[in-house]
């Protein structure tokens, strides 16, 4: 069942324009006048155009073409029925050279629409990269955390199949999930012992004023915040205090961050390896982490590993 709402909400807009069109086409045999009625198909042209881009708006107002022009064929009656056949057959080209033409000019306009949106999303993720590489730079053995942890929860995002918005989103998370120490004592961050009861609270109180930052930006970052606010929450508990479930981001970014935490080196210890990191995972599954979020860990483990070995290789003269 999951799997089918999956794969429904992946492809909605195309299962929409294909609805709108087959309703078109039901409602077709029922109009007496026909030719007027052919201005109706320049609807599901359109939302292709808006949703789909230049290609699968061509092929849609193609098929459309293609049907009408079975169905002239099919019962040319309904059609010439009282008009010449050569004016209905001249309207007829017209109507389907300006959807064609409708349909690759919205098509064009919506691929330079995600250009400039493909441009800015990457000048935002630069952005909150270098944010995040300057938060970590404070403590030498947190270096990298952020980018860490949010290169793992993408690479497991991805392989959970999830829309690539929704991956995005986990991934600007994973880069600001730490934000909220700015606002937290150095000394208790660089701490080089156990931490006491009160300065565990302090530190566990990160995510929530994490949380507050990103929300006092804007929009730009709303849907990263409830991510950030998440993802130190045991999967057991499920939802908050206002009953709204977890977000799948945070249960993803749980993982994420628990094993580069587990594997990094720390001042009062030393990194486990990542064969201990992911059994750790496997113990605290259904409890602490998301079962389906260490499942799809566990795929990508073995790219991450290669990577982790090729960053540590020395340079070859």
Known sequence: METIKHW???HFEAILILIISLALLAINFFVDQKLMFLNFYYLPVLISGYFLGRRQTISTSLFIIALITFFIF???NAYFEGSQELQVVLNVVIWAGFLFLAAYTVGTLYEQKQKKI???NRAYI???EILSKYLDASDRYTKGHSVRVADYATEIA???ELPHAEVENIRVAGLLHDIGKI???SE???KAADLTDEEKRIMGQHAEKGARILASVGGVLKDAIRIVLFHHRYFVEKSDKEGKEMPLGARILAVADSFDAMVSDRPYRKGRSFREAFLELERCSGTQFDPAVVEGFKRVMPEIERRAAEDVQPAVA
Request: proline content about 5%; overall charge negative.
């Open 126 to 128: 630069g952005v909150v």
């Open 158 to 160: 991805r392989a959970m």
């Open 74 to 76: 099919f019962d040319p």
């Open 8 to 10: 429904v909400l992946t």
């Open 183 to 185: 606002e937290i004592s």
């Open 118 to 120: 493909a441009d800015l």
């Open 188 to 190: 208790i961050i660089n």
